[in-house]
């Protein structure tokens, strides 16, 4: 499987900004979830999506803010990220795994920059 994510770019804070991931190769029956990783902090997850798109979680930072999604058909996951603070500042990452594995799957990462 072959992640490109895009979107990013620098917002105002409360703004919105929407990223984007494709993915290619063999995508069928992947869960798949957006990461970020702040300056000088670890990774971390913000929302995952199972394959059918119908069940995802969210870190508790950015519930009611983000919603995750995806569109099979085009073999692309979402994340549209309304309400942005600064401290949601991050290089943010799609990544996919099989239904029982571990997130081995990443996307190179787009700078998503919130000014206060």
């Known amino acids: 499987v072959q992640l490109q994510a895009s979107g990013g770019g620098l917002v105002q804070a409360g703004g919105s900004l929407r990223l984007s991931c494709a993915a290619s190769g063999r995508t069928f029956g992947i869960y798949m979830a957006w990461f970020r990783q702040a300056p000088g902090k670890e990774r971390e997850s913000v929302a995952t999506i199972n394959w059918s798109g119908d069940s995802s979680n969210y870190a508790a930072s950015v519930k009611g803010r983000f919603t995750i999604s995806k569109d099979n058909a085009k073999n692309t996951l979402y994340l549209q990220m309304n309400s942005l603070k600064p401290e949601d500042t991050a290089v943010y990452y799609c990544?996919?795994?099989?239904?029982?594995?571990?997130?081995?799957?990443w996307g190179q990462g787009t700078l998503v920059t919130v000014s206060s």
């Open positions: 990544a996919a795994r099989s239904s029982s594995g571990s997130y081995n799957y």
